[in-house]
């Protein structure tokens, strides 16, 4: 067993000498969100010198468009005089400068809203606030989506849910087992077995994902967030969540860790690198379905950044631009919107919640 234990690590093992092996949940909640030593609560991950680079992080051309995207949904929602904006996991708040920077000409746009930030650390709460002063629309921090009051508002969520915690359970002949974290003999975190069967659980699985292989492993999140998504935006509301993940429900290991822009192990250092999981979108827009929200999507981020006229903004921007300038907006563009493996075109998707009353949305206009 290694000697030099991160505190968190120390903390894990404590907790499965006391009661047992962890989920795969449980030990990603603690990983990201240790009220101490978690993940996000005391450091800026993002960027070219963080772990990671986000869309809103890529260009500024993101932000803005997902602004018009808003102001265009907040007429439709018939212009209401006071509307909540808010942010799932704002990061660095570059997201909301842009938008809000690129709908300062919309009539009554930013005089109606409010934001809300829902941010657990608080690291990233005071950065939001500093970065977001120059904002001049009140602004408002929660740690949880169910502090934010009801009333009209859009919602916008951007890698957001890939860090929220996944179960995994794999198959094996005798039934489903949720995947854990347990420590081996020779002292190390390793993935095992919870010693009893999940009951029925195939049964509760999609159709095409019953009676597949042994040693299959099935990904789910708590119900909570689309439940709750669902229920807010249903009368007067609209959700945009953007993230890499799957349209169908599917088998397999999507968990990953990442440093320095690098895969690592998730079991090594916990607590020093981000761990995130590919989204259901599917199991998504099934619970906001049932709780009375309009589902439009998912499509893919291209498509839906080419609606929205990605390309026609990089063209504008482009025409103000000095030549190295001009390159670093192809490259934001390319990136943004490629098909191929290192873009974000084909794996990020795009889906909306929204009042069933609003019809179409921005972006959407083709394919809901
Ligand atoms: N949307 C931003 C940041 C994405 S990273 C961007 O696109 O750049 C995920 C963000 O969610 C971080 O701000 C992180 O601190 C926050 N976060 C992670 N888990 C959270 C939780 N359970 N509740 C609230 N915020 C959370």
Sequence with gaps: MADNLSPLESEIRRRIAVGGPISVADYMRLCLTHPQYGYYINRDPFGARGDFITAPE??????????????????QMGAPQSLRVIELGPGRGTLLIDALRAVRVVDRFHAAVTLHLVEISTALQRMQNERLKSLDVPKFWHTALEEVPDGPCIIIANEFIDALPVHQAVKRPSGWYERVIEVDSDGNLVFG??????????????????????????????????????????????????????????????LQAVAGHAYTNPLRAPGEADITAHVDFDALAQRADIVGGRVHGPI????????????????????????????EIDRALA?????????????????AIADPKLGALPGFETSS
């Design 58 to 75: 890529i260009s500024q051309m993101f932000g803005e468009l997902i602004g018009l995207w808003m102001a265009t949904v907040w007429r």
């Design 193 to 254: 077995l919870n010693y009893d069967p999940l009951p029925h659980f195939e049964a509760t699985l999609p159709d095409g994902l019953r009676h597949c292989a042994n040693g299959s492993i099935f990904e789910w999140r708590a119900d909570a967030i689309a439940l709750e998504l669902g229920r807010r935006v249903r009368s007067d509301g609209a959700a945009l969540i953007l993230d890499y993940g799957h349209v169908q429900c599917a088998l397999g290991d999507t």
């Design 300 to 327: 893919t981020q291209r498509d839906f950044l080419l609606h929205l006229g990605i390309d026609k903004r990089a063209a504008a921007l482009k025409a103000n631009a000095v030549h190295e300038k001009a390159l």
């Design 335 to 351: 990136r943004l919107t490629a098909m191929s493996a290192r873009g974000m075109g084909e794996l990020f998707k795009v889906l």
